[in-house]
T-cell receptor, first 113, second 113 residues
Framework: KAGVTQTPRYLIKTRGQQVTLSCSPISGHRSVSWYQQTPGQGLQFLFE???????NKGNFPGRFSGRQFSNSRSEMNVSTLELGDSALYLC????????????FGSGTRLTVV | AQSVTQLDSQVPVFEEAPVELRCNYSSSVSVYLFWYVQYPNQGLQLLLK??????LVESINGFEAEFNKSQTSFHLRKPSVHISDTAEYFC???????????FGKGTRLHILP
């Protein structure tokens, strides 16, 4: 079956712009989580959605937001981009609970210039 | 709050030698524990997980990890590494009442010829 699909793979944006990243989970997976990966901070949890509801949230500013659709696909949005938002954004899906194990997508590499 | 400490940011080891990647966690509740591997330019892949039962868990490619509750550790071991094991390895924890997985900062495994 198809894995977790993230689009686009690469993105270059200018400071102050906004960006939307997309994630299609594995068919049947209802939980989608988002992580930011940087060399200095490692993997930082952004948020998790389950059945269109945000179930968990990390410690990121309100510029970072997300949503999940009825088909479990998820989007995350970052408004007013800053240079420090440059990172690899990873999406992960699981059947219901994170403890069953995530399946990760290949990520979206965002560069803010 | 839960946290994960990977004591070594990089581990060099000769091919066919044994390796241990160390991981300690802090949590006030029972936890689920994971090891993920990230190959260059890819997302993370689940290597193995401990949910309950036997404290020794194994992966299909020769890695094993042992859950030690008294030492709050979940070290990853392999008796003989191959060049294909070159990757970054992440230890992770999830409280079994939560659906957020917290990752350590990763250990980069360098296999020397």
């Amino acid at each position: 079956k198809a894995g977790v699909t993230q689009t686009p793979r690469y993105l270059i944006k200018t400071r102050g712009q906004q960006v939307t990243l997309s994630c299609s989970p594995i068919s049947g997976h209802r939980s989608v989580s988002w992580y930011q990966q940087t060399p200095g901070q490692g993997l930082q949890f952004l948020f998790e959605y389950f059945s269109e509801t945000q179930r968990n949230k990390g410690n990121f500013p309100g510029r970072f937001s997300g949503r999940q659709f009825s088909n479990s696909r998820s989007e995350m949005n970052v408004s007013t981009l800053e240079l420090g938002d440059s990172a690899l954004y990873l999406c992960a899906s699981s059947l219901a609970r994170a403890a069953t194990g995530y399946t990760f997508g290949s990520g979206t590499r965002l560069t803010v210039v | 709050a839960q946290s994960v400490t990977q004591l070594d940011s990089q581990v060099p080891v000769f091919e066919e030698a044994p390796v241990e990647l160390r991981c300690n966690y802090s949590s006030s509740v029972s936890v689920y524990l994971f090891w993920y591997v990230q190959y260059p330019n890819q997302g993370l892949q689940l290597l193995l997980k401990y949910l309950s039962g036997s404290t020794l868990v194994e992966s299909i490619n020769g890695f094993e990890a042992e859950f030690n509750k008294s030492q709050t550790s979940f070290h990853l071991r392999k008796p003989s590494v191959h060049i294909s094991d070159t990757a970054e390895y992440f230890c992770a924890v999830s409280p079994n009442r939560d659906d957020k997985i917290i990752f350590g900062k990763g250990t980069r495994l360098h296999i020397l010829p």
